[in-house]
């Protein structure tokens, strides 16, 4: 039994840790019902990840929605709607539909965020993390109310993506939305989630690079553009960029949970080969653009950000570097997005 655990102890019995002054403190518990996992590690008892005590504070919550992981969902937006203007002609903006994509998006993402902190909790992946605590896994909140917050932003996406439909009378998007949100709960939800099976990165391209982008430019002028479908593209490639350099931070800790995630199956060095193509390849699609765009060229100072991350993440031996790494990378894919969707726009 992991960490010399007894067996036979009552279930009342708190884990005795002396603390600095010498008192003795009760070890925070975990989720009541964890679930079944099919984890080896859990089921022999083995908790190495960060314990929270108390109740969860506004702070851990506003944490559980990894704010930096937004920029994912403002970036294909921003690149949707400039290709829209393009599409559309001078003087055709529909804010209003710009606008319900964008909560769309954000609702997404943040319902995914805290949806995977669910999942991942009750399997036990999260009792091995080297990142910060977890709502469910660091037991700061109930396992249902970490569920009922990431139904309610997948219920806000769906509110919003159904006026969306109303507005733009493309009713068949209703199909597309709903894919959408079963793609976001099976990520880390379900028997068999797809992001266990090393297929993360996949899907992310799929949802929050072409779906996200050429969805956003089609509810709006009702076509869809070169500059919709290639900055689509960009966008899904840096999206999966944030999500291998995670999944290299967590690589270690993965392969004891079980999770087999792209990183996990080709490994460390290839996984920092791969994050750097992710990264640079968007470069070779914006230059293709500045021969149409001037304003294109721009986007090239996002390179400021995108290169120190490929070197950290080239070098790095610390999980806080690769920390430091995917904040870089979630700032270039806001940036990125930003300055060519203007570059378009204007």
Known sequence: MAHGARPNEPKQQKSRQTSPNGTRNAAPAGPKNPGKSGNPARKNGAVTGPARSGPASLGDWISGARLRTLPLAVAPVALGTGAAVVAGGAGEFHWVRALLALVVAVSLQIGVNYANDYSDGIRGTDNHRVGPARLTGGGAAKPRAVLTVALAFFGIAAVAGLVLVIVSQFWWLLAVGALAIVAAWFYTGGKKPYGYLGLGELFVFVFFGLVATVGTTYVQ????????????????????????????????????????????????????????????????????????????????????????????????????????????????ALLYGILLGLAFAL
């Open 221 to 332: 002028v009702g076509t869809v553009n070169l500059e919709s479908w290639l900055s689509a593209v960009a966008i899904g490639l840096i999206a999966c960029a944030v999500l291998m350099v995670n999944n290299l931070r967590d690589i270690k800790p993965d392969k004891v949970a079980g999770k087999r995630t792209l990183a996990v199956w080709i490994g460390a060095r290839a996984s920092r080969v791969v994050f750097c193509v992710f990264l640079l390849v968007p470069f070779g699609i914006a230059g293709f653009f500045a021969l149409f765009y001037p304003l294109a060229w721009f986007t090239f100072f996002v390179l400021l950000l995108v290169l120190p991350a490929c070197l950290i993440v080239a070098t790095a031996k610390t999980a806080k570097e690769l920390i430091l790494a995917l904040k870089l990378t979630s700032m270039a």
